[in-house]
Nanobody, 125 residues
Framework: QVQLVESGGGSVQSGGSLRLSCGVS????????MGWFRQAPRKERGGVSG???????RYADSVKGRFTISRDNAKNTLYLAMNSLKPEDTAMYYC???????????????????WGQGTQVTVSS
């Protein structure tokens, strides 16, 4: 069983920055496609950024140029650096893992079978 634990969320003002981390259990982390997703109240969970096993990263249009995904396979950790935060970025952020290589589907929730408990990000104007 793969376990994921997110951290790094918090409350910031518009224009601020946060860095989320996601620790992943097990010794097969480097073989997983990883992703960040978010869910705001009364909205569906949607993809923010994905990082496949070939090193290809993908971003939702709404965060391109502001968020950066990275992974450290030696530490079994996924990161999401978030800059120029906006109130509309307010949501619960989830880390997810897929044993299936995600490729162009890195932002699709249905591909991911393992999820963390989420970390709250709140951006005030």
């Amino acid at each position: 069983q793969v376990q994921l634990v997110e951290s790094g969320g918090g409350s910031v003002q518009s224009g601020g920055s946060l860095r989320l981390s996601c620790g992943v259990s097990g010794d097969r982390y480097s073989t997983y496609c990883m992703g960040w997703f978010r869910q705001a109240p009364r909205k569906e969970r949607g993809g923010v950024s994905g990082y496949d096993t070939n090193g290809v990263t993908r971003y939702a249009d709404s965060v391109k140029g502001r968020f950066t995904i990275s992974r450290d396979n030696a530490k079994n950790t996924l990161y999401l650096a978030m800059n120029s935060l906006k109130p509309e970025d307010t949501a619960m952020y989830y880390c997810a893992a897929s044993r299936v290589d995600c490729g162009e589907y890195a932002l699709y929730t249905t591909l991911f079978g393992y999820w963390g408990q989420g970390t709250q990000v709140t951006v005030s104007s």
